[in-house]
T-cell receptor, first 114, second 118 residues
Framework: AQSVAQPEDQVNVAEGNPLTVKCTYS??????LFWYVQYPNRGLQFLLK??????LVKGSYGFEAEFNKSQTSFHLKKPSALVSDSALYFC????????????FGAGTRLFVKA | EAGVAQSPRYKIIEKRQSVAFWCNPI?????LYWYQQILGQGPKLLIQ????????DSQLPKDRFSAERLKGVDSTLKIQPAKLEDSAVYLC????????????????FGPGTRLTVT
């Protein structure tokens, strides 16, 4: 069975500091991994994905994520946080073969303080 | 490019009443998803369509929920009768044709419909 864990309900960081939002997953076979962001009163927006290839993937708004197969992790990172990055972040996973269901984590609220 | 459209944005009903939600995906997207997002949780897939066929409805409470996508474009999700625990945001998403080797696996979400059952 597939599952996604986001161990932190909330991450607090000062503006200008680097940020990390953690995600670990469990899936049989090779995973496709995604990060989505949800701003207040808006739908989820796609940030970035790992399908294959380079373990470090870059996405929108300066975000990047590193796929670590041995640790089954896909942590979201940004070198310098902005107040406008404050939002709810979801990690998601699906298998690359067979069923196409995408499983979402419970979300991590990022709060960037000015 | 127009995004995923959903209506209504908000709905308040009493328990045991019925309700319907509408979704129009991004033009050309063959795959359409309905998710339920309860406050404090991640989205949970209710049903996934490929064109007008159902790919996965394993988590759809079929005794009260139904969904259709008759012409392979827009879709409706219905709840009849509603229960208090159905209070949630219902999200519709779409993605381009889901074939292994395709480059477009990400989903594009609509703004959601916030349902309150009293």
């Amino acid at each position: 069975a597939q599952s996604v864990a986001q161990p932190e309900d909330q991450v607090n960081v000062a503006e200008g500091n680097p940020l990390t939002v953690k995600c670990t997953y469990s899936v049989s076979g090779n995973p496709y991994l995604f990060w989505y962001v949800q701003y207040p009163n808006r739908g989820l927006q796609f940030l970035l994905k790992y399908i294959t290839g380079d373990n470090l993937v870059k996405g929108s708004y300066g975000f990047e994520a590193e796929f670590n197969k041995s640790q089954t992790s896909f942590h979201l990172k940004k070198p310098s946080a902005l107040v406008s990055d404050s939002a709810l972040y979801f990690c998601a996973v699906r298998r690359n073969t067979g069923g196409f269901k995408t499983i979402f984590g419970a979300g991590t609220r990022l709060f960037v303080k000015a | 490019e127009a995004g995923v459209a959903q209506s209504p944005r908000y709905k308040i009903i009493e328990k045991r009443q019925s309700v319907a939600f509408w979704c129009n995906p991004i033009s050309g997207h063959a795959t359409l998803y309905w998710y339920q997002q309860i406050l404090g949780q991640g989205p949970k897939l209710l049903i996934q369509f490929q064109n007008n066929g159902v790919v996965d409805d394993s988590q759809l409470p079929k005794d009260r929920f139904s969904a259709e996508r008759l012409k392979g474009v827009d879709s409706t999700l219905k709840i009849q009768p509603a229960k208090l625990e159905d209070s949630a945001v219902y999200l519709c998403a779409s993605s381009s044709f889901l074939v292994e080797g395709s480059s477009s696996y990400e989903q594009y979400f609509g703004p959601g419909t916030r349902l309150t059952v009293t």
